[in-house]
């Protein structure tokens, strides 16, 4: 299983991206407090079974060709289950 980052590019001046930053974080509790997950800089993180009964978000920093960071934008949290098998 996997996350996935979904988000909206716009430049004012037209400028096309470049090198956007993203940042997952994980939690044992909706509202609790957050670590930053290591290594994790893609728009996709890979969910280890580790990682299943936890909350997930992602935090997105747009970046244009010219290294212009943008406002960043963190999701909500967003819940992995981990579902039993059937035997």
Same mark, same amino acid.
């Given at each position: 299983?996997?996350?996935? *980052?979904?988000?909206?590019?716009?430049?004012?001046?037209?400028?096309?991206?470049?090198?956007?930053?993203?940042?997952?974080?994980? $939690? $044992?509790? *909706?509202?609790?407090?957050?670590?930053?997950?290591?290594?994790?800089?893609?728009?996709?993180?890979?969910?280890?079974?580790?990682?299943?009964?936890? !909350?997930?978000?992602?935090?997105? *920093?747009?970046?244009?060709?010219?290294?212009?960071?943008?406002?960043? *934008?963190?999701?909500?949290?967003? !819940?992995?289950?981990?579902?039993?098998?059937?035997?």
């Amino acid at each position: 299983d996997f996350l996935k *980052a979904n988000y909206h590019y716009s430049d004012p001046d037209g400028d096309a991206e470049s090198g956007t930053i993203f940042i997952w974080y994980r $939690s $044992s509790t *909706a509202e609790g407090i957050y670590t930053e997950i290591p290594d994790e800089t893609t728009s996709q993180y890979t969910v280890p079974g580790a990682d299943y009964s936890n !909350y997930f978000k992602v935090k997105v *920093a747009p970046v244009d060709v010219n290294g212009f960071v943008g406002d960043t *934008a963190t999701s909500d949290p967003y !819940y992995v289950e981990l579902l039993q098998q059937e035997q």
